[in-house]
């Protein structure tokens, strides 16, 4: 089907470049070009035409990848002479000019990317300008990600590990590990292309450590990094509570004993006074001092 599509616009294309014998034709020698950042990068458009170049006419625009709507000029060249669009200054320029309509694109940055389009008259050669198109992708290692981390580090609290990359091309892919007692990876949510975050609920002393963020895609990584430490009461409170109890329940029960003891003892001597008619009282007494041993071991 496109195949035939395809065919039907090359006859088309033939047929009124055959009817239009004056029109300029242009042809791309490339459809897409892909250049990592800072490369430069040779866009390459040329032409036919039957009339004398002194009063050829180039026209480059780009259709910026970031805001296809508002194409800007990139650079022209018209009877001889060549203007660069300003922001481009010094790294663009014509090749072959008039010979070719190429033109080198030097130190590429993120916003080169788009649709570029090559527009070439020539008069008194009557006719629309030839013009071809390409698409230029620029790719980049991710920059630096920033790792944040929000919530309460209190024993059962709950923290949010967030990771954001402002660029990276293709789209970097996010990872978070713990690194620490072992590294392990964590289950990620992905808020749009370039911030992923990690929750951690219910947290405990184990949750301490440190926490990486990786951004990578084929030209890189970059990692940025969270120390969580998690304050937690000392771990021997609930022992020194126990403790603490224990000890005032012994003291209780001693004085109780002594108490005890003491009523016996008197009530003893009372009833000793009164004459030794009850043997079991002097006997219980006697028993008390080994109570009151056993109760400190
Ligand atoms: C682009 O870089 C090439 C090679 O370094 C250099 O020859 C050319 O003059 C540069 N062009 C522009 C417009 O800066
Ligand atoms: C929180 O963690 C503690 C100990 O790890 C556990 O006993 C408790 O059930 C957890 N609570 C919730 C709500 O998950
Ligand atoms: C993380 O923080 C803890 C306590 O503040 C510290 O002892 C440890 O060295 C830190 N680790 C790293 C890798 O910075």
Same mark, same amino acid.
């Given at each position: 089907?496109?195949?035939?599509?395809?065919?039907?616009?090359?006859?088309?294309?033939?047929?009124?470049?055959?009817?239009?014998?004056?029109?300029?034709?242009?042809?791309?020698?490339?459809?897409?070009?892909?250049?990592?950042?800072?490369?430069?990068?040779?866009?390459?458009?040329?032409?036919?035409?039957?009339?004398?170049?002194?009063?050829?006419?180039?026209?480059?625009?780009?259709?910026?990848?970031?805001?296809?709507?508002?194409?800007?000029?990139?650079?022209?060249?018209?009877?001889?002479?060549?203007?660069?669009?300003?922001?481009?200054?010094?790294?663009?320029?014509?090749?072959?000019?008039?010979?070719?309509?190429?033109?080198?694109?030097? &130190?590429?940055?993120?916003?080169?990317? @788009?649709? +570029? =389009? /090559?527009? #070439? $008259? %020539?008069?008194?050669?009557?006719?629309?300008?030839?013009?071809?198109?390409?698409?230029?992708?620029?790719?980049?290692?991710?920059?630096?990600?920033?790792?944040?981390?929000?919530?309460?580090?209190?024993?059962?609290?709950?923290?949010?590990?967030?990771?954001?990359?402002?660029?990276?091309?293709?789209?970097?892919?996010?990872?978070?590990?713990?690194?620490?007692?072992?590294?392990?990876?964590?289950?990620?949510?992905?808020?749009?292309?370039?911030?992923?975050?990690?929750?951690?609920? &219910?947290?405990?002393?184990?949750?301490? @450590?440190? +926490? =990486? /963020?990786? #951004? $990578? %895609?084929?030209?890189?990584?970059?990692?940025?990094?969270?120390?969580?430490?998690?304050?937690?009461?000392?771990?021997?409170?609930?022992?020194?509570?126990?403790?603490?109890?224990?000890?005032?329940?012994?003291?209780?029960?001693?004085?109780?004993?002594?108490?005890?003891?003491?009523?016996?003892?008197?009530?003893?001597?009372?009833?000793?006074?009164?004459?030794?008619?009850?043997?079991?009282?002097?006997?219980?007494?006697?028993?008390?001092?080994?109570?009151?041993?056993?109760?400190?071991?």
């Amino acid at each position: 089907m496109s195949c035939h599509r395809r065919w039907l616009l090359w006859a088309v294309c033939l047929l009124s470049a055959l009817l239009e014998y004056g029109a300029v034709r242009v042809t791309m020698r490339e459809t897409r070009l892909e250049v990592v950042q800072g490369d430069s990068v040779t866009l390459p458009c040329s032409f036919f035409t039957m009339s004398p170049l002194s009063r050829l006419n180039v026209i480059w625009t780009l259709a910026p990848l970031s805001d296809p709507d508002s194409p800007k000029q990139v650079i022209v060249f018209d009877h001889g002479q060549v203007i660069e669009d300003p922001s481009l200054t010094g790294r663009v320029g014509f090749t072959g000019v008039p010979w070719s309509a190429d033109i080198i694109l030097n &130190n590429t940055r993120l916003s080169d990317a @788009g649709t +570029y =389009r /090559c527009m #070439v $008259s %020539n008069p008194p050669e009557n006719g629309d300008p030839g013009i071809g198109e390409l698409t230029i992708n620029v790719m980049a290692p991710p920059s630096l990600p920033l790792c944040l981390w929000e919530g309460v580090t209190d024993m059962g609290g709950s923290v949010a590990l967030s990771c954001m990359v402002a660029e990276g091309v293709p789209i970097p892919e996010m990872r978070w590990d713990k690194l620490e007692p072992q590294e392990i990876s964590l289950p990620i949510k992905m808020d749009g292309d370039f911030t992923g975050s990690v929750q951690i609920i &219910n947290i405990s002393s184990q949750t301490s @450590g440190l +926490y =990486r /963020c990786s #951004v $990578s %895609n084929l030209l890189g990584t970059q990692n940025c990094y969270v120390n969580l430490s998690i304050y937690s009461p000392p771990a021997s409170s609930p022992g020194i509570l126990q403790g603490v109890l224990l000890t005032l329940s012994m003291a209780l029960v001693l004085l109780a004993l002594m108490v005890l003891v003491l009523w016996l003892h008197r009530s003893g001597q009372e009833r000793w006074s009164e004459g030794k008619e009850d043997e079991e009282c002097y006997n219980e007494i006697r028993y008390t001092p080994s109570l009151m041993k056993r109760s400190f071991v």
